[in-house]
């Protein structure tokens, strides 16, 4: 069946890298994503890359993709307090655009 | 600036009431989506709009309704609220565009407690 795993917590200092990892199944998926969520708040899209890619690169966010493991992360550069958020990989199946399946979130914590 | 509103941030109903939860958004977005969020589990679909007027089940759709009247406004309507609905409900739109996957724009989130 389709279904995206993630680790629900990672902890970092300020200033360290973070590398958020996300493994998916479903091999026909189109898009995939990186959403944040602030506390209180809806989810933001992040980043997103197209599954023909390898990897994207936007300022501080690199989307590394490797289809053949089915393994999807995000790193934050230069992570900072104001990056303290849940993290959630999704990925899009098929041409329809309607059928969207979410992780679990990964909860950063960011040390000061 | 893509904007979706649900009407509500947070909303206390007793068993067994009818509960509507209402997302607005103003983009002229033909999909529209309803999610629940549960610590753990993610975002899980219950059901979308793909045009006014039609809805299509997500993957949890028992125990919900929609409705989708106007092309701007989709409405999520629990028909005997039960304590197992308490969660956070999200709301979401998109555009179609050739069979392309565009992002999704949410809404801020509606936390719903039945007690």
């Known amino acids: 069946g389709e279904d995206v795993e993630q680790s629900l917590f990672l902890s970092v200092r300020e200033g360290d890298s973070s590398v958020i990892n996300c493994t998916y199944t479903d091999s026909s998926s189109t898009y995939l994503y990186w959403y944040k969520q602030e506390p209180g708040a809806g989810l933001q899209l992040l980043t997103y890359i197209f599954s023909n890619m390898d990897m994207k690169q936007d300022q501080r966010l690199t989307v590394l993709l490797n289809k053949k493991d089915k393994h999807l992360s995000l790193r934050i550069a230069d992570t900072q307090t104001g990056d303290s958020a849940i993290y959630f990989c999704?990925?899009?199946?098929?041409?329809?655009?309607?059928?969207?399946?979410f992780g679990a979130g990964t909860r950063l914590f960011v040390k000061a | 600036d893509v904007k979706v509103t649900q009407s509500s941030r947070y909303l206390v109903k007793r068993t067994g009431e009818k509960v509507f939860l209402e997302c607005v958004q103003d983009m002229d977005h033909e999909n529209m989506f309803w999610y629940r969020q549960d610590p753990g589990l993610g975002l899980r679909l219950i059901y979308f709009?793909?045009?006014?007027?039609?809805?299509e089940k997500g993957d949890i759709p028992e125990g919900y309704s929609v409705s989708r009247e106007k092309k701007e406004r989709f409405s999520l309507i629990l028909e005997s609220a039960s304590t197992n609905q308490t969660s956070m409900y999200l709301c979401a739109s998109s555009f179609s565009a050739g069979g392309l996957q565009p992002e999704a724009f949410f809404g801020q989130g509606t936390r719903l407690t039945v007690v």
């Open positions: 709009s793909y045009d006014v007027k039609m809805k």
């Open positions: 999704a990925e899009s199946i098929g041409t329809g655009g309607f059928k969207t399946i």
